[in-house]
């Protein structure tokens, strides 16, 4: 195997099984995803212990991937969303098991009035997608994809089963946040992590930034989403399903909490350290054992509607319950993107780790290169 030379970033000897892992991935990736761009990133007890990164952040191969590139992690950040559910959780402004529409009353339309927030955030209030084929530039206008969703019925009886909203759930759990908090998870996100902690972490990314960012290059094929129903087709497959029509602008500007969060490894890794550590970072207390525990436990487990697995859902997050995709541990939770990015967290090792690529897969969950370098660390 040749080594690639443009390998950074911070690994020690103990760890030498994970720089060998994550040189594989740029030469002999599982299923020939060779790396373009990448960056892994693991905190023990908060600490970083491991960041590495290399390759480059443009397709011509003239910019090198570097410390401050950021990626987008599409789905990834939910983590982060789930956590800033939780925090209004903390401060008693929502309740997981209160009805979404106490705090947001037209959500209750259309026999939804007794979803609870707890199942909102767990992918069960059967809002996967719109009912109806819509333009994709409706999700540049956040009131209208709210109206719509807010007076639409739900695909199956709520609590009954889970079914992931790829898109939605940053609108709905969006817009809870907003009228508990008085602020959107863009503004909270800057104001309550990236500035006092340090994160180079956004939901609505300044123009000002975009020179930061790597392109990537999209999956060689579809993912399998097992047999195609009209739940799948509103989720994934309908002309508006997904944003577009506005260009790359736009779309990275725009505050999207489920779908366009750009960031490090280093720093979802860090944020991720409050799930592994207790709800604490950097020595301050974010959400009590009490909130945490409520955040981390199982809601639902089953055949996901819309992703052909069987997940566990906590709040906002999935639960490592087979595959084991975020290590050894069961109590482990986290959260993929789009294209192969992860981010997790590990209590019981009090671990927490994120991987961002730039070339794209088609797995939906479980990207052999993630699953490759965890279990390096972990040394399976």
């Known amino acids: 195997m040749t080594v690639?030379?443009?390998?950074?970033?911070?690994?020690?000897?103990?760890?030498?099984?994970?720089?060998?892992?994550?040189?594989?991935?740029?030469?002999?990736?599982?299923?020939?995803?060779?790396?373009?761009?990448?960056?892994?990133?693991?905190?023990?007890?908060?600490?970083?212990?491991?960041?590495?990164?290399?390759?480059?952040?443009?397709?011509?191969?003239?910019?090198?991937?570097?410390?401050n590139t950021l990626t987008p992690v599409f789905s990834t950040g939910k983590a982060v969303m789930a956590l800033l559910i939780a925090?209004?959780?903390?401060?008693?402004?929502?309740?997981?098991?209160?009805?979404?529409?106490?705090?947001?009353?037209?959500?209750?339309?259309?026999?939804?009035?007794?979803?609870?927030?707890?199942?909102?955030?767990?992918?069960?209030?059967?809002?996967?997608?719109?009912?109806?084929?819509?333009?994709?530039?409706?999700?540049?206008?956040?009131?209208?994809?709210?109206?719509?969703?807010?007076?639409?019925?739900?695909?199956?009886?709520?609590g009954t089963a889970s079914g992931y909203h790829p898109i939605t759930i940053g609108f709905l759990a969006g817009e809870l946040f907003r009228l508990a908090d008085g602020r959107s998870m863009g503004a909270a996100l800057r104001e309550d992590f990236a500035a006092p902690f340090g994160l180079d972490l956004w939901v609505g990314l300044p123009e000002a930034e975009h020179g930061r960012v790597a392109s990537l290059r999209k999956p060689a094929s579809a993912p399998d989403l097992g047999t195609i129903d009209s739940i799948k087709t509103s989720a994934f497959l309908d002309r508006g399903s997904a944003p577009g029509g506005r260009g790359s602008t736009a779309w990275r500007a725009m505050e999207m909490p489920s779908a366009n969060l750009h960031g490090t490894a280093r720093d979802l890794a860090r944020i991720m350290g409050v799930m592994a550590n207790g709800g604490r970072l950097d020595g301050?207390?974010?959400?009590?054992?009490?909130?945490?525990?409520?955040m981390l436990r199982e809601r639902i487990h089953g055949r996901d509607k819309v992703v052909p697995f069987d997940v566990g859902w906590a709040a906002g997050l999935m639960r490592n319950e087979g595959p084991y995709i975020f290590g050894p541990n069961p109590t482990a939770v986290g959260h993929c993107g789009w294209g192969g990015s992860c981010a997790f967290a590990d209590p019981d090792a009090r671990v927490s780790g994120a991987y961002v690529m730039t070339r794209q897969s088609p797995h939906l969950i479980g990207d052999p290169r993630a699953v490759r370098l965890i279990g390096a660390f972990y040394g399976r």
């Open 4 to 67: 690639p030379t443009n390998i950074h970033g911070l690994c020690p000897d103990r760890f030498a099984a994970v720089r060998a892992a994550f040189a594989a991935n740029f030469t002999e990736a599982p299923e020939g995803l060779n790396e373009q761009a990448a960056r892994f990133s693991v905190c023990i007890e908060g600490e970083v212990v491991i960041d590495l990164w290399g390759g480059w952040a443009d397709a011509a191969k003239t910019v090198p991937y570097d410390q």
């Open 87 to 158: 925090t209004c959780v903390e401060r008693g402004v929502l309740d997981y098991d209160t009805p979404v529409a106490s705090y947001w009353p037209a959500f209750g339309q259309a026999s939804k009035d007794a979803v609870t927030v707890g199942q909102m955030m767990s992918h069960q209030a059967g809002l996967p997608g719109f009912a109806e084929t819509v333009d994709p530039t409706i999700w540049f206008d956040r009131q209208a994809v709210l109206d719509r969703l807010a007076a639409q019925a739900p695909m199956w009886p709520p």
């Open 284 to 294: 301050q207390t974010v959400l009590s054992p009490g909130v945490l525990a409520e």
